[in-house]
């Protein structure tokens, strides 16, 4: 029988890394991700991993050293927020030019200015681009299953990309929960022995990693970069269902709640979707047909689920954590209107909300409010403003 | 310590046929680095006329196992390799001793790179750091850096009406590295082979990280005859303008010594960077590097003698 921990996210991860025993962390603390990197430090000290610890100087030589250490051969892992994510930005794209499967853990925190070290989406969803798969989590429980499941998907021979594993700043990462724990031996077995494809370290058969790539191959070489995160898709749903065999889960790309009759729903990220779970449930016992829809992961957007799960709708809510600054509201919200743009016949109503930056509290009645414009709309059609502000003095 | 006709039958790690420029001073740096040790070497590049010109896909002069990241993390980079193989030798996957050796121009080790090396000293990775230093940003069109001398005339700190060239004097990049009290550091330079492969060899087999500072004249960027690189690079110990120091267990010494200091001039005429310091109006400059010049040979023989212990002080 499984155990069931007292776990905060950032324990949780730093769980989850205990039982993969990757080769080489390098990390850098930060808040809220340092508790990753003190525990997982703790954790080696105590000898129950035999990871090689590089405590580097900063976040920028910390996936620097995790492009040296993946490249070399090993399983790499790494843990950090906003700031230092921020800092490792040049690095990020390296990484995943360079197909390394690095796994990240990143905490999501508001990057500065004005400083702030709680909980928004501005860090990941700025990184939506730099080309690593990005999983996105409710609570610990989450953080602890995806940071096993993110190594096999990493890992694939034919995905080869760097993860990141998020969870939302203080919310997730500072909070206790119960999480269920898998078997140690379990764990090693899920995610096996790192086989790597022509390792730096292979001394008798050198290869060149990291040359200059001009205009007669750079695009092609980016050209299947991108050719891989779009197959990913299927490999990862592959993935998907071998892991729900091992854990008894039914994690899909993304998560429908109560959306089978739905006419109105939101859709969200992270742990705005507890939240958002409890208000669909106080509306559907209203006679109210609420749904919820929750992105799990977010690269490669799973463009297909998100208009599936969109097509019968009367209206849409979109939550996003972050602001593009683009005059325009979020990052998710650009992307839902492209997958139900291309792909579905009758197009639905949507609106964005962009709420709860710098950790601002998402609580019921917010939801409930949008809910409650969703019913409006259903009902008429008409869209007041398409760009929206939750829990804002304006 | 090898003969030059033993050096000359290890094999190649840098093959020719790459692109860098024909009287290039980095290239016979890192081929007289390289051997230094008969071991198995990684090599790391910093960004930079090393790495586009070696490795322009699909080609690659590199027969040893190489690895680029980008401009300013060469070290932190190492430092990962390294720990990778500290890791992978801790569970038997690899039974060889294989060498790390990180390559960076001056701009990638004295200015952008220098938080990064700092951070690879500290944390004791065993890998040696060789800045191939032409003084400038070479690969971007000679700009100032750091490394850049006093009076140099580049095209961010220009000679002009009322500018005279680079208004700071260069960075003691070595001193620094030995204040992170590592094995070994030392400062060569090309001309001086045996010295460059005697010092390339102690930095190979100590224990810990160590670094040396290669002076690699640029002819383009220096301005000189593409085959006078080795002249030059002589003239520059002859003049005191690049001492042969090497710091070893924190004991500094001279490896060589030139038996009188010829004047900084000689250095300094022989490079079109310093054409404008021989204005009449500029001459005060050469002057000024001279005294530059005498104050930091004066600073390293005090070095030497306090720190030698015991040793006798070098000639």
Known sequence: MSKILPLTGDHAASESMRQINPDVVAAYPITPATEIVMSFSQIVANGLADTEMVPVESEHSAMSACVGASASGVRTMTATSSQGLALMWEVLYIAAGMRLPIIMHCVNRALSAPINIHGDHSDGMGARDTGWIQIYCENAQEVYEMGIFAVRVAEHKDIMLPVMVNQDGFITSHAIEGVKMFEDADVKKFVGEYVPNMPLLDVKNPVTFGPIDLQDYYFEHKFQQAQAMRDSKKRIVELFAEFNKFSGKKYELVEQYKMEDAEIAILALSSTCGTTRVVVNELREKGIKAGMIKIRVFRPFPMDEVAAACKNLKALAVLDRADTCSGEGGAVFGDVCTAIYNLNEKKVPAINYVYGLGGRDIDEAQIKNIFNELVDIAKTGQVKTVLNYSGVRI | ?315
Request: charged share 25%; hydrophobic share 35%.
């Open chain 2, 1 to 315: 310590m090898a003969t030059l006709k033993e050096l000359s039958q290890i094999p190649e790690k840098l093959t020719g046929g790459h692109r860098l420029c024909a009287g290039c001073g980095a290239t016979i740096a890192v081929r007289q680095i390289l051997m230094g040790t008969k071991k198995p070497v990684v090599v790391g590049s910093a960004t930079g006329c090393l790495e586009v010109s070696t490795t322009i896909y699909p080609y690659s002069a590199w027969k040893t196992p190489f690895i680029h990241n980008a401009f300013e993390n060469v070290a932190s980079t190492m430092s990962g390799v390294e720990t990778a193989y500290n890791a992978m030798k801790k569970k038997g996957k690899i039974k060889e001793e294989i060498k790390f050796v990180a390559f960076g121009g001056d701009g990638g080790t004295y200015d952008i790179g220098l938080q990064a090396l700092s951070g690879m000293l500290e944390r004791r990775h065993n890998v040696l750091y060789v800045c191939y230093n032409n003084e400038a940003y070479m690969n971007t069109g000679i700009q100032r850096s750091g490394a850049t001398p006093f009076g140099a005339d580049t095209t961010t700190a220009p000679k002009g009406k009322v500018k005279t060239g680079k208004e700071q004097i260069r960075k003691d990049l070595t001193s620094i590295v030995a204040a992170h009290h590592v094995p070994y550091a030392a400062q060569s330079t090309i001309f001086y082979w045996k010295d460059m492969v005697a010092k390339a060899e102690k930095a190979f087999e100590a224990n810990g990280p160590t670094f040396i500072n290669v002076l690699a004249p640029c002819f383009r960027g220096w301005r000189y005859p593409a085959e006078k690189t080795l002249e030059i690079s002589k003239l520059a110990v002859e003049t005191g303008f690049w001492p042969m120091i090497e710091v070893e267990n924190g004991v500094w010494r001279f490896t060589y010594k030139p038996s009188t200091r010829k004047p900084i001039a000689e250095f300094l005429k022989a490079q079109k960077r310093f054409e404008h310091l021989f204005e009449d109006k500029n001459k005060h400059m050469i002057d000024k590097i001279q005294q530059q010049t005498d104050e930091h040979w004066a600073y390293l023989e005090r070095l030497t003698s306090v720190t030698c212990a015991g040793e006798k002080p070098q000639a």
